[in-house]
């Protein structure tokens, strides 16, 4: 698993659109394009777009394909350097002060020692930057935008110098470049500086087309009736005012759960009783349920597939 | 500024003497026609653009195009603006076939910034002053001890009624700022106790110094406290008509600034516009909401809109830490009793409620109308919002509780 399946700096760009699709990823050229720079180059790219389109599934991905390690750390609200760079191990470092102590040791020897990387505990960031596989380890930052202001000073240093400075040691650089991926929500907007140190995309929500190959990908089993039909629906439904829109990942919960209930077609009656699985605010339930009983919204029209739909 | 197809003519055209051969300085001179409409681009970022080049084939155009739009661009709003300008400055040929009429009008984009920076800058001072009296912060001293007069000055203390379109647009600007300074403010105030459940062995060692090492007291801290929210609940109907928009801007910039803000407004019915908001174009998100929002400037229903948010909202978004700031000027055509029945839920649930009253600000208002007096006894902050000034005080207030 761990040897190097490929090597990126040496891909183009159709291979990565290739590679990708190996592993069930369809994605457009565009996005391709922007990921193979980004490996090539070695800068990191911010991922944008609805929730559900596939910003963390790419890093996933990739590193599968590249064979690299996956390091992942998920923002949240307060995210300090302590648990997304490193800490010092303060109980080993107590015992073997104590220890030296029974054994009246040589003090100064005892206070090199204890700063040293044996008594440092590596965080997903450090631990980016210290990786010495074969293949530089892919990095995923998820949901940037959940972490405060101060976590993205801290990431500038890691992300446009790839080193982190340890007061204690020094300056740890970085071996290999980690293959860095951020993804945002867009909750808030990320700092200019950070923004500069990234390459960016923004994944549009798929055409008809491509939301039918995803399916179709990763379901083979599928009909391609009722695969049309899906597609159809969340297309259309994407145009409406929910609060909170269907992204692919819905589609995927819902074409799956529609084959495990052994459905070949969707009518009426299916798609209400299965809508959880597409929509999941519960204002948004209500507000399509109310629509269908008031006649306001007709079910078959939305899911008819229609020419206008195929771009 | 508005971007059509002639601005970015003009803008081009503008550039075209530095346009050299190769790509390089081509490159150079798109980087500047982007920043002159607008755009962050940033020379790293150019430089960037320009060593990436010669991984891609840029005879394929989408894929020079996504090469560029990658490494200039770092927001989705600024694709269109990026792609009117791609496709007119890279066509083919492009100098011979820019239309005459375009060079005479050369002069005016160049004006036209310098004004704007102006503007900008006697806005900042506009904000310095009301926000600063206080904590001044230590950039703004030198800009605050100089007395002059400013035309802005006047602005904070004028009722947002009375203003025309050139006031309010600038106003709007220092909404904007005065929303974003406040909200920087208030996430930075939170720090770590140190009392608590967890050990900060940090400290316990940097403790334990004062008895020889000895470890004798554990230090703990406290999970950082989650914020308080803010949830604001604002009326559009006609008789907000001229305050409502200016308060729409000041929750737009304290919602981009904070985490969990909520906003939703309200006339005879409510809508939830946290997700409409959140873009960085707020004139077109404004419009979109009014477009989109049943009975906006219409009448007003304040009992039942609290009734809708109570039902569907207020249970999994109201807590002990949420602040509730509802803006209306308490002109209710509903039932007072039911008005009186939400208010009262609504305090069970929420931490402090907020009344903004643009209408507390003139000398003869009394709450007299019957919404706004069954409303009063369950209100923990009665303010007005009518001014600039009195947006400050809002978010000085805010900041208090939040924090």
Known sequence: MSEAKVNPTELTIEQVQEILRSERYICDRSLATVVYLSLVMGKPLLLEGEAGVGKTEIAKVLSKVLGAKLIRLQCYEGLDANTALYEWNYPKQMLRIKLEEVEHGDREAVETEIFTQNYLIKRPLLEAIQSDGATPPVLLIDEIDRADMEFEAFLLEVLSDFQITIPEIGTISARHRPYVFLTSNRTREIHDALKRRCLYHWIEYPTFEKEYEIITTKFPEVEAVMAQQICAFMQRVRQMNFYKRPGVAETLDWASALIALNRKGLDDKTVVETMGCVFKYREDLHHLKEQVEGKQLNLEALLRVSPELVS | ?403
């Open chain 2, 1 to 403: 500024m508005d971007i059509t197809t002639e601005n970015v003519a003009t803008a081009v055209s503008n550039f075209s003497s530095v346009r050299g051969e190769g790509t390089l300085p081509n490159l150079l001179a798109f980087g500047r026609v982007l920043k002159q409409l607008g755009i962050k681009v940033s020379l790293s970022q150019v430089i960037d653009a320009s060593r990436s080049l010669e991984l891609v084939d840029i005879g394929e155009r989408e894929d020079f195009r996504a090469l560029l739009r990658s490494n200039l661009i770092s927001q989705k709003e600024d694709f269109p603006v990026f792609d009117t300008v791609f496709d007119c400055f890279w066509r083919e040929q492009s100098y011979e076939r820019i239309p005459m009429e375009t060079l005479e009008i050369q002069g005016t984009p160049t004006e036209m910034p310098a004004q704007e920076g102006g503007d900008e800058e006697g806005l900042e001072e506009a904000v310095s002053e009301t926000i600063g009296k206080e904590d001044v912060p230590l950039e703004n001293l030198e800009e605050f001890s100089v007395p002059t007069y400013s035309p802005q000055e006047q602005l904070n203390r004028k009722d947002f009624s009375e203003m025309g379109v050139e006031e309010s647009r600038a106003i709007a600007r220092a909404i904007l700022l005065i929303a974003t300074k406040i909200a920087t403010q208030i996430s930075r105030r939170k720090k770590r106790a140190r009392k608590g459940n967890i050990v900060d062995l940090r400290w316990t060692m940097r403790n334990s110094m004062k008895y020889g090492g000895e470890i004798i007291d554990l230090v703990n801290r406290k999970r950082r406290i989650k914020k308080t929210k803010v949830v604001l609940l604002c009326d559009v109907s006609g008789s907000m008509d001229c305050y409502s928009r200016f308060l729409i801007q000041f929750m737009y910039g304290l919602q981009n600034e904070l985490w969990g803000v909520e906003t939703f407004v309200f006339s005879t019915s409510l809508s939830r516009i946290t997700h409409l908001i959140r873009t960085k174009d707020i004139t077109n998100a404004l419009e979109k909401i009014s477009g989109s929002i049943l009975g906006w400037s219409g009448g007003t229903n304040i009992g039942r809109s609290l009734q809708t948010f109570n039902r569907d909202f207020a249970p999994s978004m109201v807590t002990h830490r949420t602040v509730v700031v509802i803006i209306s000027d308490g002109w209710d055509r509903g039932d007072v009793s039911l008005l009186e029945r939400q208010m009262q839920d609504l305090k069970r649930r929420a931490k402090k409620i907020i009344w903004l009253n643009p209408l507390l600000a003139s000398d003869n208002y009394e709450p007299l109308c019957k919404g706004m007096q069954a409303a009063l006894p369950y209100l923990d902050l009665f303010l007005s919002v009518h001014n600039v000034n009195s947006l400050v005080t809002l978010g000085r207030t805010l900041q208090k509780l939040v924090a």
